[in-house]
């Protein structure tokens, strides 16, 4: 079995999707890059998530052919091999339709940076790409021109859901547990009142700090 390691921790990782209320039923997948071999691994089509074992991700190119697997890999794996083919920095992608990020979304609305956690875990607003249709590479190409510029490990797509890039996927699945920890704490903000946006210096400053001095470094 090619890739057995990483099929383990796609495994292991798609079960946080779930946890975290990110998914429901069937929706939202994981693929995890192997860049020496120039192969992903994706979660299969239409399987429930604990349904998923080791043996039942999916193996392909970066061209999307499958190499080796027994299901049909996710229906968004044109996106995925696509998003890795143009940001050669992303190891791992994670789709969702979690719930508050989803519904900015569906209003074709950007997250704004009214927050702290916002400024340092994605160094401004979550930005909201346009439509596009499932299936074929368009996602993909809205997703890295949406995030042309931006230093959002996040992107939401107008009428479908959020994707989220990172170097591990570890540091992709924060971003999307973080991605609809703030979207809800930003719609509940808007109901209350009307939130100031955080300047854009003061932004620099936190996201430098979080960066470069927060944590175990």
């Known amino acids: 079995m090619l890739l057995p390691h990483l099929r383990e921790e796609l495994c292991?990782?798609?079960?946080?999707?779930?946890?975290?209320g990110l998914v429901t039923w069937t929706s939202g997948n994981i693929s995890v890059l192997d860049e020496r071999e120039g192969l992903m691994v994706i979660k299969p089509s239409g399987l429930l998530f604990e349904e998923?074992?080791?043996?039942?991700m999916v193996v392909l190119d970066l061209d999307g052919k499958v190499i080796e697997g027994k299901y049909k890999p996710s229906s968004?794996?044109?996106?995925?091999?696509?998003?890795?083919?143009?940001?050669?920095?992303v190891r791992s992608i994670i789709h969702t339709h979690s719930a508050y990020a989803t519904a900015w979304a569906a209003n074709n609305r950007e997250i704004p940076c009214i927050l702290t956690a916002m400024a340092d875990e994605f160094g401004g607003p979550i930005p909201c790409g346009g439509f596009a249709l499932i299936g074929g590479e368009e996602i993909g190409k809205e997703v890295v021109k949406t995030l042309s510029g931006h230093r959002s490990p996040a992107v939401i797509l107008k009428n479908h859901g959020v994707f989220t890039i990172g170097e591990s996927?570890?540091?992709?699945?924060?971003?999307?547990?973080?991605?609809?920890?703030?979207?809800?704490?930003v719609h509940l903000a808007y109901q209350l009142g009307t939130p100031e946006k955080l300047d854009h210096a003061d932004i620099d400053?936190?996201?430098?700090?979080?960066?470069?001095?927060?944590?175990?470094?």
């Open 12 to 20: 292991k990782a798609h079960l946080q999707l779930p946890a975290q």
């Open 52 to 56: 998923l074992t080791p043996e039942s």
């Open 76 to 89: 968004d794996t044109a996106t995925h091999a696509y998003i890795y083919r143009h940001l050669p920095h």
């Open 169 to 185: 996927i570890q540091k992709a699945l924060k971003a999307a547990v973080m991605c609809e920890d703030v979207a809800k704490t």
């Open 205 to 217: 400053k936190l996201y430098d700090r979080y960066t470069h001095v927060y944590g175990q470094k």
